[in-house]
């Protein structure tokens, strides 16, 4: 259960009201009264409490969680405990999401300008926005409805932030147009200069950086990640993308709609990326490389050139991911058939 001095729920919800939400349907309907308290994993939850199963691993925690109510494939229903009220869904992540939500909404701004912050003559506020201690935002910076801006976050002069973001502690962003409900998590460095110099024997000679960073509606930018403001264009986030903690991406880098990185990847710059591609954790990119839509890149992959759409990734450097499997399985054969000759020739 969520600790209420941090976390505010609503509810209870009743079970078929929580159906709808999640985009699903109740395997009983008798069973649509059913008051649901709070949401909690199968391993811990207990009376007043929905869960879900995603994941056939956990089957046997489902076997014998004590939720109340679950979320489930049809095709695992008959491994329900006994009792267990069952919310039947394809996807039964994507509606825990949204039944979630219902318990855990986005939270609202208390709205006002703490007497601590620094907020210039020159910038627009817009109405219901949070503005906490020690927060400083600029000359003319503008920041669209329901903002939250942490404490000691700085806004830059000339930022602008669309409808109902929220800024944590300690970002810094500068040189940046962000859309709306887009979410920065504490720490992110968001518009400072790109990696652009001209090597000199006399001295490295700094690119001026003149671009900026665009950042679409709905995505996340988790914590100490820092996206470089383009050289001579811009820097682009597509829509929907979410970014995860320790994550650069160099100037003039642009990502297209629904991309997911995790944490610790690295993209040089002028690479493109397409749309809905993932990127696992210590994924590093070479720079000026074009990246097509779809493409699914395994942790600690070394991409070194173009990639067309659609293809899995693994290994440094990157391949098809059956093609580099293929290669463990053939180096751990030759390992072992060489063991094998040792001992034998051991034995001679």
Known sequence: MADRRFFRRLGPHALAKLAAIGE?????????GVMIEDISALETAGTGQLSFLDNKAYLEAFAVSGAVAAIVEPRHAARAPDGMALVLSQQPYRSFA????AFYPRPVPATGISAAAVVDEAAAVGPG?????????????????????????TIGAGVILGED???????????CVVGDRVTVHPGARIGQDGFGFAIDPGGHIKVPQVGRVLIGDDCDIGANTTIDRGSMRDTVIGPG???DNLVQIGHNVELGRGCVIAAMAGISGSTKVGNFVAIGGQVGMAG???????????????IMADVPPGLTLCGTPA???????RGVATLRRLTQTRGKNDKNEGKN
């Open 24 to 32: 699903a349907e109740l395997q009983n309907p008798d069973q649509a």
């Open 241 to 243: 993308c979410w970014i």
């Open 288 to 302: 000026h490389l074009e990246i097509g839509d779809g493409v699914q890149i395994a942790a600690q992959s070394g």
């Open 98 to 101: 949204l039944i979630a939500q």
């Open 165 to 175: 973001c929220i800024i944590g502690a300690n970002v810094s962003l500068s040189h």
């Open 319 to 325: 391949v098809p991911i059956k093609e580099f499997f």
């Open 129 to 153: 926005c949070q503005v906490d201690a020690g927060a400083v935002i600029a000359a003319d910076a503008e920041l669209g409805a329901r903002c939250a801006i942490a404490a000691n976050a």
